[in-house]
């Protein structure tokens, strides 16, 4: 059938904004406006003229406006359909009107629930009844009826109800899907609110997620695969799913991996920091005096495999550190930075080989994430836990053995145990001047780790300081450390071979500090 016009809208809505525009343009194209409460009070106030549901139900709103809408002469004119001769009838013989648009949006549970002290009568209060069975019916009935819940889709349907006096299939085939979503995301929060109630811990008894896609992606980890990005609702601060391209190609799978554990790095340390991440894993990472030294020495750590990699800092990117990075000989995939000066950006943008394809991603300012949660997807199910970004308070750190670590030593040790908590295990890091000189990860056993993050250091080993993310099981990668000339070790403990340990640091003169907690990364 036909789109059919627009000739009544229904509005009842909890946020107002940009409301009053959107009723003045639906006023301005010949449609008549029914409304509620203080919705209806609202648009009053702004000249705007509109019909008030009760008046037209005979039925006066009730119990604190928890009644206003449930009625037959409201649902009937949503619900009918167009091309049903029977439905038509039905209308005219109980005096009903039909509803072309509705544009509804939900009392605010969420933002209520997240009030520090809210009581539980507090957020039963906030559950929307009428407004999702609005919602609900102006979406299945999408044939004929658009419905708004959100203020972003106004302007859309105006434009549509101004030039043509309808909406298009297409139009309202979006907006009911983006409905439905809508009042599933609400009801989640809802059930999650309620499971929390009962939960085992932080754990509910039931756990659901509303995610909304932000972009197909090219490919998945391999061409075969098919991928997108989801986007998790009300997240705030700094992070590369709300992060703004500036330059550069469409991202990919591997890409968006490795720039969100490169920023995950980076935004742990005050002083500037580069951290230069490759298949996932760090193989350059550095802090110094300035961006611009720390981008240096962050690609130097191995540059073999610093090229393709991607970059995160946790400072505006500058034209010192560009320059750096336009250095004949590099190749960089993709850099993520709180933002790009004027100069850096046209540097990055024009003078580098690659400057056509290096992605550019501003993500704002980086404050440190101090809780949250990691999920898993195996098959069958999903595992949460804690993400692992508590701090490891330097108190409960101790010395166990009978060399004491130097000042120097000491800096070195903390850039390492920063680093490696980030390397997936069996994990070994080898730093110096608080920078990653060689990285041991995923191995199946910590001697072969070790023997790696010693390759990969070279000649630079000699005067560094190991880091290792859980407990050493047996000495052998203590005498390997030792023999290449590693001069101070920071590790978990908790080893029942803890004993054979110290004593081979002892041994060798190294120092030793057990920090009392492991950071696997599988």
Request: with cysteine; aromatic share 6%.
């Amino acid at each position: 059938m036909q789109s059919p016009p627009v000739k009544r809208a229904l509005i009842s809505v909890s946020d107002k904004l940009g409301l009053a525009g959107f009723a003045k343009g639906l006023a301005a194209a010949g449609v008549e406006i029914y409304s509620t409460g203080g919705t209806r009070k609202h648009l009053e106030s702004d000249g705007i003229k509109v019909h008030d549901v009760s008046e037209y139900t005979g039925f006066p709103e009730m119990m604190d406006g928890r009644l206003k809408t449930l009625h037959p002469k409201v649902f009937g004119g949503l619900l009918c359909r167009h091309d049903n001769p029977s439905d038509m009838e039905s209308l005219a013989k109980h005096d009903i009107v039909s509803f072309e648009l509705v544009v509804v949006n939900l009392y605010p549970f969420e933002a209520t629930i997240a009030r520090e002290g809210v009581t539980r009568a507090e957020a039963i209060e906030k559950i929307d009844i009428g407004g999702p069975s609005l919602v609900r019916a102006a979406a299945k009935t999408h044939a004929v009826t658009t419905v708004a819940t959100d203020a972003g889709q106004y302007s859309a349907i105006l434009e549509q109800i101004s030039a043509d006096g309808a909406t298009t299939l297409e139009l309202r085939s979006k907006l009911a899907a983006e409905a439905f979503a809508h009042t599933a995301k609400y009801d989640q929060a809802i059930a999650a609110y309620f499971a929390g109630q009962t939960a085992e811990g932080p754990f509910p008894g039931t756990f659901n997620m509303a995610l909304k896609r932000k972009m197909v992606l090219r490919y998945g980890e391999n061409p075969h695969q098919q991928a997108a990005l989801y986007a998790e609702p009300n997240t705030s601060g700094a992070n590369l799913v709300s992060a703004k391209q500036l330059s550069g190609k469409e991202l990919s799978y591997n890409n968006l991996l490795d720039l969100d554990s490169a920023l995950e790095i980076a935004r742990n340390f005050a002083d500037p920091a580069v951290a230069v991440l490759k298949h996932n894993n760090p193989c350059g990472a550095a802090v110094a005096d300035s961006l611009a030294e720390a981008t240096r020495k962050g690609m130097a750590g191995d540059p073999l495999s610093a090229f393709g990699s991607v970059l995160g800092m946790n400072r505006p990117v500058d034209a010192a550190s560009a320059e750096v990075l336009a250095e004949p000989g590099l190749f960089i995939e993709a850099i993520v930075a709180p933002d790009f000066e004027p100069e850096a950006l046209k540097i990055l943008t024009t003078k580098p080989k690659w400057k056509a394809n290096v992605r550019l991603m501003k993500v704002g300012q980086l404050e440190e994430r101090t809780g949250g949660w990691a999920y898993r997807h195996i098959d069958g199910g999903l595992l949460m836990q804690e993400a692992d970004i508590l701090p490891d308070p330097e108190e409960d750190w101790k010395v166990v053995t009978e060399t004491k670590p130097t000042d120097a030593q000491m800096a070195d040790l903390r850039f390492a145990w920063a680093i490696v908590r980030h390397v997936k295990s069996n994990a070994i890091v080898l730093c110096k001047d608080r920078m990653l000189l060689g990285t041991g990860a995923g191995q199946m056993s910590r001697v072969d780790s070790t023997e790696i993050s010693i390759k990969k250091a070279g000649d630079r080993v000699a005067g560094s300081v190991l880091g290792s993310d859980a407990f050493f099981p047996f000495p052998d990668s203590i005498e390997a450390a030792a023999a290449a000339g590693v001069v101070a070790i920071i590790e978990p403990g908790g080893s029942r071979k803890d004993d054979d340990v110290i004593a081979a640091c002892n041994k060798h003169g190294l120092p030793m500090i057990f920090t009392g907690r492991r950071h696997f990364r599988h």
